[in-house]
C-alpha cells in the first residue's frame, strides 16, 4: 500500500539528514547574537569584580563602528552630489539640453519589427522606446525558454553512458562556450541570410509560409466572432487539468494508485478546445502573405534578425546551462540513485523523481545568472540589426536627441529593473526547491 | 562597449570639466590635433593599407594642424561611428569633428555643438541592383531599404516615404559596412546614404556593375565640420580655416603658385598670405597661417579633386560644390 510513496519521500532521507545539520550552526549563530544584543543586562550575571572598567564613548567599538559607517556615508554622498551638481552646471554652460522633454516629441525614424502601434510620424521618442524595450523582453523571454530547455538536454547527455552522446554534448560545451558571442551572433546572421534564397526564389510551402533570407512569413489568424468560446473552452482545459492533477497526485499519495495524468491532461488542454472549435463552426480566418513587388506583404513576418539572435543567445547560453545542469546532478549522491534503483524504479522515474528535484536546489542559484546573462547579451543585437532597446533607444534616440545622459540613465534602470525581476521570480522559486528544515 | 566608455567618459568629462575650454592652448601643448573622422568612407575619411589617412574631411583635419602646428601630420584620427560622434565631441576625447556631418538645427542648438560652415553640399540618395527595374526613387513602394543608424538619412528616408504614401520597411544597422554587406547579400532592395557616400559605397559591394543610383535626392544635407560649444577662439581657427582653403582656390592661389603668390602686389593675394596686414595674428595664429594650409596640404579645389573628383576612384562632379564664381554656391568671406 506504502509503495506508491516511495518515489515522493525517496528525496526525504537526505533533508532529514541535512536538516539538523543545517539547524545546528543557525542555533548557533542565534545563540551568538542574542548574547552580543544582551550583552548590558547580562552583565549583572557576572561578578562584580570581573566587570572592566566604563570606557569613555568614543572608545565604544560600536560607537566607533557607528560614527565610521556615518562618515563613509557623507563622503560618498557628497561625492555624488558633487559629480551630479557639476554636470548638471556644465551641461548648462555648454548649452547641451537636459530633462526629459524629448519624451513627447515626434520620433521621426523608422523601427523594423514592433509589436505594438508604432509609426515614424506618429509616435514619440517614449513609443520608441516601448517598442524596444518589448523586443528586448520578447527575444529574452523567448531565448529563456530556449535555453534552458536544450541547456537541461545537453547537461544531461553529457552524463549519459551512451558514449556517443556523452560526447557530442561534451563537444558541444566546448566549442560554443570558448567562443565569444558577438562572433556567433555574427555567424548566425551571415549564415540566416546567405543559406537561405533571394525574396524572389523564396521557398513556398503550400503558397502560405514562405522563407526567405529577409525571414520567414506565416499566415496572421484572423479571429472571427465565437472564437471567444474556443479561448474560454482553453482556459476552463487548463483548469480542469490543473485541477485534475491536484487529485491524481492526492489520490497517488493516500492510495498508491497513479492515474493516466498526461493523457487526460492533453485532452483537456488540446481535445477540448478542439471540440468547440469545430462546433462553433470553425471561427478562424487566415491573411495570408502575398508576394508583391518588392517584398512579401501581409501574413506575419519573422525577421532574420530576429531569428539570428535568438539562436546565437539560446545556443551560447544552453551551453553554460548544460555546465550547471551537470554540475547539480554529480552533486547528488550517487547512493540516491541506487536506492532508487533498488526499490525497482525504472532510469526515466530515477531522474525524474529523485535526480532531478535534488539537483535543482544546486542548480537554480547559477541557473539565475545565466538568465541575467542571456537578457544582458541581448543588447549585442545592435550588432546585426534586432531593434532591441539599446539599438533603438541608446542608438537612434540619443544620437538624435544627444541626451546622452538621461538616455543612458534610463537604460540602465530598465535593465536593473528586469534583472532584480528576473533574479526576484527565481529566488521565490528557489525557496520551494530549497531544503525544507522540519 | 565603446559606445559605454565613450559616454562614461562623457559622464567624467562633464563632472570634472574646468570652467573655460582654452582648446587651442590644449592643442599646442600636446603638440597633437584630435580629430573625429569617419574612417569607413572612401573620399572623405579612411585609411589606407599602410594606415595613412586620407579623404577631404580628413585633408581639413590636416589644414586645421597646418595652420595651427606647422605641421599637417600632427593629427590623431579617431575613427567614429555615426551614433557615437557627438558624444566623443561632448566629452572632448576630439577637439575637432570632420566626419561628413550634416548641419542642422537641433544639431546647431540642442547638443552644445557649433557648425563652422560647409565643406560638401550633398543630398540623400538610393542604390538598387539594376535586376529590379526601379528608375525612380517613386517606385520603391513596399521596398526593404537598408540604412546606418545616428544619421539624419534615417530620418529623411521615413519622411520620403510618409510624404509620398508609400510602405517602407526599415532595416538599420549600427554602421555603414555592416548596412552595405546586408543590402549586397540581399536582405535589402536598396541602400540609401547621402549621394557622395553612394558612389563610395558602390565600389564595395560585390558585383559594381549589378547596382545603379537612382536619379532623385530626396534632401539637403550640408556637410560640415563640429567644434564644441563655448571655445569661440577654437570656433574662428577652424572656421577660417575652411575660408582660407576655398579662398585660396579664388584667388588661385594653390601648392604650385604658392611661390608666385608670395611675390605677389595684388593686395588680395598679399593680405592672404599675410605679406600685408596681421590677420593670423589676430586669430591667435601667426602671419602665414593660411600660406601653411596651402604648402602643407593644398586648396580647396585641389583637395576635392585629390579625394572625391577626377583624381580618385569616386569621379563625383563638383555641381553644387564649384565656386560661387564657376556656377557651384561655395563661397566664403574674404580675409580682410
Redesign the interface.
Known amino acids: 500500500m506504502d509503495q506508491g510513496r516511495h518515489p515522493v519521500r525517496a528525496a526525504d532521507p537526505l533533508t532529514e539528514a541535512a536538516g539538523p545539520r543545517v539547524r545546528g550552526p543557525r542555533q548557533f549563530v542565534g545563540g551568538n547574537r542574542r548574547r552580543k544584543c544582551d550583552e548590558g543586562e547580562m552583565s549583572t550575571d557576572l561578578p562584580a569584580t570581573s566587570r572592566p572598567a566604563p570606557v569613555v564613548f568614543y572608545n565604544d567599538p560600536r560607537v566607533r563602528s557607528i560614527a565610521y559607517q556615518v562618515a563613509l556615508f557623507a563622503v560618498v554622498a557628497f561625492l555624488v552630489y558633487a559629480?551630479?551638481s557639476?554636470?548638471i552646471e556644465?551641461?548648462a554652460?555648454?548649452?547641451?539640453?537636459s530633462g526629459f522633454g524629448f519624451w513627447n516629441n515626434v520620433a521621426?525614424?523608422?523601427?523594423?519589427q514592433t509589436l505594438i502601434e508604432y509609426s515614424?510620424?506618429g509616435s514619440t521618442y517614449g513609443r520608441a522606446f516601448w517598442v524596444g524595450l518589448l523586443n528586448t523582453l520578447l527575444v529574452a523571454g523567448i531565448g529563456i525558454i530556449l535555453a534552458t530547455v536544450l541547456g537541461f538536454i545537453v547537461g544531461i547527455s553529457r552524463l549519459s553512458s551512451n558514449w556517443l552522446l556523452a560526447k557530442i554534448a561534451g563537444c558541444y560545451v566546448e566549442i560554443i562556450r570558448n567562443l565569444p558571442l558577438l562572433l556567433q551572433l555574427l555567424f548566425w546572421y551571415?549564415a540566416v541570410?546567405?543559406a537561405f534564397p533571394?525574396?524572389r526564389e523564396s521557398i513556398a510551402i503550400g503558397g502560405t509560409v514562405f522563407i526567405n533570407?529577409?525571414g520567414l512569413f506565416l499566415p496572421t489568424p484572423i479571429f472571427k466572432s465565437g472564437f471567444g468560446s474556443v479561448e474560454a473552452a482553453l482556459l476552463a482545459g487548463i483548469l480542469g487539468a490543473i485541477v485534475f492533477r491536484i487529485w491524481a497526485r492526492r489520490r497517488q499519495e493516500h492510495t498508491g494508485r497513479q492515474a493516466p495524468v498526461l493523457l487526460v491532461t492533453l485532452a483537456l488542454v488540446i481535445g477540448l478546445p478542439l471540440a468547440v472549435f469545430f462546433l462553433a463552426g470553425l471561427p478562424l480566418g487566415f491573411e495570408f502573405p502575398q508576394a508583391?513587388?518588392?517584398?512579401i506583404?501581409g501574413g506575419t513576418e519573422v525577421l532574420?534578425?530576429f531569428v539570428a539572435l535568438l539562436f546565437g543567445l539560446s545556443i551560447y547560453t544552453a551551453a553554460f546551462i548544460a555546465e550547471v545542469v551537470r554540475a547539480g546532478i554529480l552533486a547528488v549522491a550517487q547512493g540516491q540513485t541506487e536506492a532508487a534503483y533498488s526499490l525497482g524504479l525504472r532510469q526515466g522515474l530515477t531522474l525524474r523523481l529523485i535526480v532531478v528535484p535534488q539537483a535543482m536546489r544546486v542548480i537554480i542559484p547559477p541557473l539565475t545568472s545565466q538568465y541575467l546573462n542571456l537578457t544582458k547579451n541581448s543588447s549585442l543585437a545592435?550588432?546585426?540589426?534586432y531593434?532591441d532597446l539599446v539599438?533603438v533607444f541608446?542608438?537612434?534616440v540619443?544620437?538624435?536627441?544627444?541626451q546622452?545622459?538621461e538616455v543612458?540613465a534610463i537604460t540602465m534602470l530598465v535593465y536593473l529593473v528586469i534583472s532584480l525581476t528576473t533574479s526576484l521570480l527565481m529566488n521565490i522559486y528557489n525557496r520551494r526547491v530549497a531544503l525544507t528544515e522540519r | 562597449m565603446k559606445r559605454f566608455t565613450t559616454v562614461l567618459a562623457l559622464l567624467l568629462a562633464i563632472a570634472a570639466q574646468s570652467a573655460s575650454a582654452q582648446t587651442l592652448k590644449a592643442v599646442k601643448d600636446r603638440g597633437m590635433l584630435n580629430c573625429g573622422s569617419n574612417g569607413t568612407l572612401a573620399g572623405f575619411g579612411l585609411p589606407d593599407a599602410q594606415g595613412k589617412w586620407t579623404g577631404l574631411d580628413v585633408d581639413f583635419c590636416k589644414a586645421i594642424a597646418a595652420a595651427v602646428l606647422n605641421d599637417a601630420e600632427k593629427v590623431k584620427f579617431v575613427p567614429l561611428s555615426a551614433k557615437d560622434r557627438f558624444t566623443a565631441l561632448q566629452s572632448g576625447e576630439i577637439d575637432v569633428l570632420a566626419r561628413n556631418t550634416t548641419w542642422t538645427s537641433s544639431r546647431d542648438t540642442s547638443l552644445g555643438l557649433n557648425f563652422i560652415g560647409v565643406n560638401y553640399y550633398d543630398g540623400q540618395g538610393f542604390m538598387v541592383r539594376k535586376a529590379l527595374k526601379v528608375n525612380s526613387a517613386l517606385e520603391l513602394n513596399g521596398a526593404a531599404v537598408c540604412v546606418q543608424q545616428g544619421t539624419t538619412t534615417e530620418l529623411n528616408l521615413a519622411d520620403f516615404f510618409g510624404a509620398h504614401k508609400m510602405q517602407l520597411k526599415t532595416v538599420t544597422f549600427a554602421t555603414s559596412n555592416e548596412a552595405v554587406k546586408a543590402y549586397d547579400a540581399g536582405r535589402c532592395d536598396a541602400y540609401t546614404t547621402d549621394a557622395s557616400a553612394l558612389y563610395a559605397e558602390r565600389l564595395r559591394v560585390a558585383n559594381l556593375n549589378d547596382h545603379i543610383i537612382l536619379p532623385e535626392i530626396i534632401s539637403k544635407e550640408p556637410l560640415g565640420p563640429v567644434v564644441r560649444h563655448g571655445d569661440d577662439q577654437w570656433f574662428d581657427i577652424v572656421k577660417w580655416t575652411l575660408f582660407a582653403m576655398i579662398d585660396a582656390e579664388e584667388l588661385n592661389i594653390s601648392q604650385k603658385t604658392l611661390d608666385e603668390a608670395l611675390k605677389s602686389t595684388n593686395p588680395e593675394i598679399k593680405r592672404f598670405v599675410g605679406t600685408e596686414g596681421n590677420f593670423g595674428e589676430q586669430l591667435g595664429l601667426t602671419k602665414d597661417w593660411a600660406v601653411r594650409i596651402v604648402k602643407l596640404v593644398g586648396n580647396y579645389g585641389e583637395s576635392f579633386e585629390r579625394n572625391v573628383g577626377q583624381g580618385s576612384p569616386l569621379k563625383i562632379e563638383r555641381g553644387l560644390n564649384k565656386l560661387w564664381t564657376k556656377g557651384g554656391i561655395q563661397y566664403a568671406p574674404p580675409i580682410r
Open positions: 559629480a551630479a557639476n554636470a556644465n551641461l554652460r555648454a548649452r547641451i539640453a521621426g525614424f523608422d523601427i523594423s515614424s510620424r551571415n541570410l546567405k533571394d525574396i533570407n529577409r508583391g513587388r518588392f517584398n506583404s532574420p534578425e545592435v550588432a546585426i540589426g531593434p539599438q541608446t542608438g537612434t540619443l544620437n538624435q536627441t544627444g546622452a545622459v543612458v
